[in-house]
């Protein structure tokens, strides 16, 4: 039996006296972590992250009704994606297959290519991923963003640190 009829574990430890010696552990662990830090485990500071999101099929109007200094929310993760720091709005185009099977370039009606630019506080990680407050971003990564009252979901093509 583990626990005897005294309350004694392997009828040598009080398993009240256990509890409060991983208690004091746990206090001195936890105390040193706090005033001392880890040695060895940092996350870099804090600096302007510039991030590149392009959308090939936006409606014109959703497109045309951005702005510089738009906030920009990330709708997949709920979380920050920065502000609006440059953008542009081009004719949209689409890879598509005629009736020949030959692959041709065309343009949508009613749709744009838009190409935003945020600015967020971050770093880059070691990968290359920026990091924003609890999340990670890649290229190629495909997510919905909500910039001023327009939602677009498209790719981030590009991550930079913003040159002072």
């Known amino acids: 039996m583990i626990i005897d009829k005294n309350g004694k574990l392997f009828g040598k430890v009080s398993v009240i006296d256990l509890v409060i010696v991983i208690a004091v552990l746990a206090l001195a662990i936890f105390a040193v972590i706090r005033f001392f830090g880890l040695d060895g485990v940092s996350?870099?500071?804090?600096q302007?992250?510039?991030i590149g999101?392009?959308?090939y099929d936006a409606p014109d109007y959703a497109a045309n009704a951005?702005?510089?200094g738009d906030y920009c929310y990330n709708?997949?993760?709920?979380?920050?994606?920065g502000y609006v720091s440059d953008f542009s709005v081009r004719e949209s185009r689409f890879n598509n297959i005629d009736a020949d099977g030959n692959f041709v370039i065309t343009q949508l009606d009613g749709f744009a290519t838009i190409e935003i630019f945020t600015e967020a506080e971050g770093y880059i990680s070691e990968k290359g991923g920026a990091v924003i407050g609890d999340l990670t971003?890649?290229?190629?990564?495909t997510i919905e963003i909500r910039c001023g009252n327009s939602a677009f979901y498209g790719r981030i093509t590009s991550i930079?640190?913003?040159?002072n």
């Open 48 to 50: 302007t992250i510039i």
């Open 53 to 55: 999101f392009t959308q």
């Open 160 to 163: 930079d640190a913003k040159e």
């Open 66 to 68: 951005v702005k510089i």
């Open 43 to 46: 996350t870099p500071e804090d």
């Open 137 to 141: 971003f890649y290229l190629g990564k």
């Open 75 to 81: 709708v997949s993760e709920k979380g920050p994606f």
